[in-house]
């Protein structure tokens, strides 16, 4: 069985989430069963929206957890808020966003998001491997 993890405090700025990419890199080339590279492709993007939306809408810290199950790989973010992540109208035009939640629910599997011990969330993407 090949299941892992890794840990990953984060703070606002976009080193945090080109840290968060890299330290996703890193943790799936060294996984035992390694995972076809367009498959480890989505999950970095996913690890990349998923921080992002915490930094920018939840107060700018998270934590990102990465574990490897035999049928896929499950990334946890955590942060402060408790406010659940929400679809909108993606923005074409001032560039305000409104892309990456949509993505990450069609390239995961399965979504959570449950309520944190002490206050914030957690959002739990599974991606097949």
């Not at 939306?53 to 973010?77: F, K, M, Q, S, Y």
Request: net charge neutral; glycine share 8%.
């Amino acid at each position: 069985m090949d299941t892992t993890s890794v840990n990953l405090t984060t703070a606002r700025s976009t080193a945090s989430v080109a840290g968060a990419r890299d330290s996703t890199r890193d943790f799936l080339e060294h996984l035992v069963r390694l995972l076809a590279a367009e498959t480890a492709d989505t999950v970095v993007l996913v690890v990349s929206e998923l921080v992002t939306n915490a930094l920018r809408h939840a107060g700018g810290t998270c934590t990102l957890d990465l574990t490897a199950h035999p049928d896929g790989i499950e990334v946890a973010v955590h942060d402060p808020s408790p406010q659940a992540p929400r679809m909108r109208t993606p923005d074409f035009n001032r560039g305000t966003g409104g892309f990456g939640w949509p993505m990450v629910n069609r390239l995961a599997y399965t979504i959570q998001v449950t309520d944190a011990p002490g206050g914030g969330k957690t959002v739990r993407a599974f991606l097949p491997r």
